[in-house]
């Protein structure tokens, strides 16, 4: 520890902040777990970013707004890590969009790749997937294919007439 900062370039921070914590030196774990956060936020604003194409044709996904607002907290403004994503403000109790949701107020609208960056770090859902940027269009059935135990569930069979 130089100036209370720890210099983690060339050794395994994860391995010196198990030593720290053993010894119990809590200045330096609380320093080694600062610099880890802001490693991971700046890693997780590069994914993400990258991610965010606005010019691809693929299919739009909606993320609740106040998640959104933590995730950029986090990303953005040192704030605490999100939780998972939550878009149950978004359904009803058969997963249909409450009536009434509006863009940027209620939701954001993400593409495809931004929503996978996303998802890939924190999982969560419901999963909103359309063909268009309106949470009423039809469903698009990329909403079935991510799970939380990473299998892909099938799309519910239409029922015969």
Avoid: H
């Amino acid at each position: 520890m130089r100036n209370k900062e720890v210099i983690l370039e060339d050794s395994d921070p994860e391995a010196v902040l198990m030593e720290a914590r053993y010894y119990r030196i809590t200045p330096m774990v609380e320093e080694i777990e600062k610099q880890l956060l802001n490693k991971r936020r700046k890693k997780e604003r590069i994914k993400v970013m990258e991610a965010d194409d606005t010019t691809s044709k693929e299919s739009y996904f909606m993320i609740e707004r106040s998640w959104g607002e933590k995730w950029y907290a986090f990303v953005f403004k040192d704030g605490p890590v999100p939780p998972s994503i939550d878009n149950t403000p978004l359904v009803d109790e058969s997963g249909r969009p409450k009536p009434g949701l509006k863009p940027n107020k209620d939701y954001f609208v993400v593409r495809k790749a931004m929503w996978v960056a996303l998802w890939d770090i924190y999982c969560g859902g419901p999963i909103l997937a359309r063909d268009r940027a309106n949470i009423y269009d039809r469903r698009n059935p990329l909403s079935y294919i991510w799970s939380l135990d990473s299998t892909a569930p099938q799309a519910p069979a239409k029922k015969k007439k």
